[in-house]
């Protein structure tokens, strides 16, 4: 199961940078998102375990300054993800060490749309003007975002 569904990760794009995604390459931004969501988990876990505790809690994620301004704008948005998505698609990775608390669960779906926000600026900026990107252009960004998160 997908962390989002391929209507909702349309308007997203299109709402955070004005683009339009065919239906063939959004498997490819949400692997990537996915696998955005993973690593911060895991940094989380691993940061739960140098502050001693056996659960980990958001300030365990290592949300930039800029990630967390890039959350505000994507709250603004006002397009809501559901948490049980992110959940069920959570539930088909390795599991975690340590469980999520109960507010950072609660605070998933604004991570993906954070992250989905994000790499959709990213998109735009590696290929201003064009409306509908390329694989080429989506593999970039999540290069980009591979070396920045």
Known sequence: MAVVGA?????LMRKA???DIEKNKVKEITDIVEKK???LLLIGERNASYNGREVIWESDIP???GFLESMKKFVKLEEELAVEDVLNFLATMPPLKYPLEAELEKRLPEIVGTLIYI??????????????????????AGKILDLTM
Request: proline share 6%; aromatic share 2%.
């Open 7 to 11: 209507s909702k990760l349309e308007i």
């Open 17 to 19: 940078a004005g683009l």
């Open 37 to 39: 969501l993973y690593d």
């Open 63 to 65: 949300l930039t300054k």
């Open 119 to 140: 790499l959709a600026l990213l998109i735009k900026e590696i290929a201003p003007g064009e409306r509908k990107p390329s694989v080429e252009d989506i593999q970039k």
